[in-house]
């Protein structure tokens, strides 16, 4: 049976919810070093040695213990200072925005593959950490929080050798992140009660006639010369 909505079952609700003061997408970008004993790659192994072929190495956004992670939980920060007030004028228009700053944080793990002689390997680093101060100007008034989300990671490297010896890897990372100001607020608006829906349920079908042939069964009439 058809589910009917509830018409005129409208009430007043109050609602928790988050209210967005402001939203904008940052990119960033950060590099560093890691000395060839700071990448904690297991003993005996050297991507620099002469029988290694094919060799590649790929960046992962991990956690502190090198197990992957997604970008929506790719990155911690810290707010970090006080909110200093400052006046621009848009579109005509003054407006009082905020200096906010942060510190945002992520690991970054290498993983390294290859050919060695004829056996094919993947070796993975120790995490590597980044720690990257950042700022912006945002409507973020006293009451207001801080959330960062990263929404796009990519990653170079390059690995540098003195003959066959491992001397380090520079590491390249550039990050778009989506940065929102919030607060939690309590809303009332005006609202009508749902209904579930139907549940939907394979139908059989009807049995299905042959098709006869009346002309010459069963005959109507004299018989059938």
């Not at 520079?170 to 608006?189: G, H, M």
Request: hydrophobic share 40%; glycine share 6%.
């Amino acid at each position: 049976m058809q589910a009917q909505p509830l018409r005129g079952a409208q009430e007043l609700l109050c609602i928790n919810a988050e209210k967005v003061y402001d939203w904008v997408i940052l990119q960033s970008s950060d590099s560093t070093t890691v000395t060839a004993t700071g990448l904690g790659l297991p003993s005996g192994f050297n991507p620099c040695a002469s029988g290694i072929l094919d060799l590649e190495v790929a960046c992962m956004l991990t956690d502190a213990s090198g197990n992957p992670v997604s970008l929506s939980n790719g990155v911690t920060f810290e707010e970090i200072g006080e909110r200093t007030s400052q006046q621009f004028v848009v579109d005509g228009a003054l407006v009082t925005l905020q200096d906010v700053s942060w510190v945002k944080s992520l690991y970054v793990t290498l993983e390294f593959t290859g050919v060695s002689g004829v056996t094919p390997f993947v070796v993975s680093s120790t995490p590597i950490l980044f720690e990257i101060p950042e700022s912006a100007f945002l409507c973020a008034p006293d009451g207001t929080d801080l959330l960062i989300r990263l929404t796009d990671f990519s990653c170079r490297t390059r690995v540098n050798c003195t003959g066959t010896t491992l001397v380090s890897v520079d590491v390249f990372i550039n990050l778009c992140q989506s940065v929102q100001t919030f607060a939690n607020v309590t809303i009332e608006l005006e609202a009508e009660f749902c209904q579930p829906r139907d549940i939907i349920n394979e139908q059989c079908p009807s049995p299905m006639i042959p098709p006869q042939c009346p002309v010459i069964f069963p005959a109507n009439g004299p018989a059938a010369r």
